[in-house]
């Protein structure tokens, strides 16, 4: 089963500072898709950074950059000058094709605070 | 380009009841998924629409059930509300199989109270 999983219930970070989330999921597939969402208090979930397994390369977004270990299953990411509308919860998913279908499986979310 | 949208924001209803949750999908997709959102969890998948077929389920029951129209708007329909339904509902839109764009783009969601 596929399942991601997020350890962070939790963080925090000071304005302008740099914060990692951690995220980890199991699949036997060969090649996939992850994904950062954030979901600010608004509700909306934000797609933030994607990255296909097939790329070795890192994929980078403006301050959001992720640290992808495939062999590790990891998939964490990096936020570089944090800033104030940066808080919210940040989900880790992963796409999976089943039955023809397309679905996301999703971590339990990391809330991120965001400190000036 | 006009985003995905979703009516009503917020609802109430009675355990027993039933209701209907709209979705309007982003323009030029033509994929639809909802997702079930409980309080301080992750978004489980309920079910996905492709050209009017649903094509992939989640471990939801069959008091859950959706249309998609011509348009590629959707409807999220469940019956005989229980209090664990309580939740926010997300939909969230794409360019499904053959357009293969795997970027999923979600609505701001309708937040169902049953009481």
């Known amino acids: 089963a596929q399942t991601v999983t997020q350890s962070q219930p939790e963080m925090s970070v000071q304005e302008a500072e740099t914060v990692t989330l951690s995220c980890t999921y199991d699949t036997s597939e060969s090649d996939y898709y992850l994904f950062w969402y954030k979901q600010p208090p608004s509700r909306q979930m934000i797609l933030v950074i994607r990255?296909?397994?097939?790329?070795?390369q890192n994929a980078t977004e403006n301050r959001f950059s992720v640290n992808f270990q495939k062999a590790a299953k990891s998939f964490s990411l990096k936020i570089s000058d944090s800033q104030l509308g940066d808080a919210a919860m940040y989900f880790c998913a992963y796409l999976v094709e089943e039955g023809g279908s397309e679905k996301l499986v999703f971590g339990k979310g990391t809330k991120l605070t965001v400190n000036p | 380009e006009t985003g995905v949208t979703q009516s009503p924001t917020h609802l109430i209803k009675t355990r027993g009841q039933q209701v209907t949750l709209r979705c309007s999908s982003q323009?030029?997709?033509?994929?639809v998924s909802w997702y079930q959102q409980a309080l301080g969890q992750g978004p489980q998948f309920i079910f996905q629409?492709?050209?009017?077929?649903?094509?992939g389920r989640g471990n939801f029951p069959p008091r859950f059930s959706g249309l998609q129209f011509p348009n590629y708007s959707s409807e999220l329909n469940v019956n005989a509300l229980e209090l664990d339904d309580s939740a926010l509902y997300l939909c969230?839109?794409?360019?499904?199989?053959?357009?293969?764009?795997?970027?999923?783009?979600f609505g701001p969601g309708t937040r169902l109270t049953v009481t």
């Open positions: 323009s030029g997709h033509n994929t």
């Open positions: 990255q296909e397994a097939y790329k070795q």
């Open positions: 969230a839109s794409s360019v499904g199989l053959a357009g293969l764009s795997y970027e999923q783009y």
């Open positions: 629409y492709y050209r009017e077929e649903e094509n």
